[in-house]
């Protein structure tokens, strides 16, 4: 076989194969339903308070599809090789922007305006063109140049963006977790400095309030609203290692992300031993709504520490001293998750019944504190403005 046989024949296999990926490449949103059916995640864009469920962002993905594979448009990519993959791969490039949006809002907004501006100039310069050729052969081609061209600078616009949103950030928002400083404060000690305050009587413990009065001061209303959410999270730990101590258990980390239920604050998970605060609460709420907050999630953590430790074989344990504890025991082999049909039954479980009474004894002995300090009620919560 000569040379420029060999040379035909190759380019002809490269374009076949090209032709062929182009065909195939229409199932690429179906790959990604795929993957991703189940594991979808919510989006929450915090600069413009959206909030997408995963079933909403399923839905919005496949109207674009549906829109995107019978617009008149799509006839200039057919076999064409390249551009038809380029083609079929552009709407979930397009879609991949809402959750790179989460972190990235305003590159985000920057991208989808200069794709609209390139697919409305492709439009203007394709009616402009139909003037300038007779041909109406050569006005197609020029055309389907033209589409192509727009096709390729938006898929290489949103190359970088949309692989980051899938497989860095694998379609989560941003998470927020205190500092390394904040974190690991007090860690070392913990155990220690924990066993010492399950010991100290009722004085002490009033003194506890009065050694961390800089800490307290933070959950003033006038001090929480001018934090960010990370400076938040940074005093919500603080304030969780306070809570523990006093608790006598060790430290319960926290961090803040956006959380699909509309009706949960914060939750404890107790399998990975953590608070999780929803971010979107997080900065809404007031101060005093924190503090309750974070006095239930560090007591939710105690119960499970004495469910856990406990030794369940001794004989006190069946004793009227321990029947509060044989009740949480209980509840958590049917605990009831928070729902809006069953709110009132999720409220009087006994181990929600028992960190909720906590958290309110906790918050308001606070509230006192910040009050005396302050000397006036500007700890409270904006609700109690009347």
């Avoid at 430290?251 to 929803?278: F, G, W």
């Avoid at 560090?298 to 009227?320: G, Q, R, V």
Wanted: charged share 25%.
């Amino acid at each position: 076989m000569s040379d420029s046989n060999y040379k035909i024949v190759t380019k002809t296999s490269k374009k076949t194969l090209f032709m062929f990926f182009g065909k195939i490449s229409v199932f690429i949103p179906v790959i990604f339903i795929a993957l991703h059916y189940y594991d979808m995640k919510l989006v929450y864009i915090k600069e413009i308070s959206c909030r997408l469920l995963p079933k909403r962002c399923l839905e919005i993905y496949l109207i674009l599809i549906l829109l995107w594979l019978v617009i008149p448009e799509r006839k200039y990519f057919k076999n064409s090789g390249l551009f038809e993959i380029l083609y079929n791969l552009c709407p979930t490039e397009l879609f991949l922007l809402l959750y790179f949006a989460q972190r990235h809002f305003w590159l985000s907004c920057l991208l989808a305006a200069v794709s609209a501006a390139l697919f409305f100039g492709a439009l203007i310069i394709n009616v402009k063109n139909k003037k300038r050729y007779e041909s109406q052969k050569e006005y197609r081609k020029k055309k389907s140049m033209i589409y192509q061209i727009l096709v390729l600078c938006i898929c290489a616009m949103c190359a970088v963006p949309s692989f980051l949103a899938a497989a860095v950030y694998k379609l989560q928002g941003e998470t927020y977790i205190p500092t390394a400083e904040t974190d690991g404060e007090k860690n070392s000690g913990d155990e220690n400095v924990a066993a010492e305050n399950a010991e100290q009587d009722a004085v002490e413990t009033v003194d506890v309030f009065e050694e961390n009065k800089e800490l307290l001061l933070e959950f003033t209303q006038e001090n929480w609203e001018k934090k960010s959410i990370q400076e938040r999270i940074d005093v919500a730990q603080r304030f969780s290692n306070f809570e523990d101590i006093r608790l006598g258990i060790s430290q319960v980390p926290i961090y803040a992300e956006k959380m699909e239920s509309i009706t949960v604050v914060a939750t404890y998970d107790y399998e990975n031993k953590n608070i999780i605060m929803d971010n979107q609460f997080f900065m809404e709420l007031s101060a005093e709504e924190i503090l309750n907050t974070l006095c239930e999630e560090n007591f939710h953590a105690f119960e499970c520490y004495m469910i856990e430790n406990m030794d369940w074989n001794m004989n006190l344990i069946n004793t009227y001293y321990f029947q509060e504890l044989r009740e949480w025991r209980e509840n958590l082999n049917c605990y009831i998750s928070a729902g809006l049909d069953d709110y009132e039954e999720y409220e009087s479980q006994p181990v929600e019944a028992s960190a909720k009474r906590y958290a309110k004894e906790e918050t308001e002995l606070i509230q006192e504190y910040l009050k005396k300090w302050t000397g006036s009620d500007i700890a409270g919560s904006e609700k109690n403005e009347d």
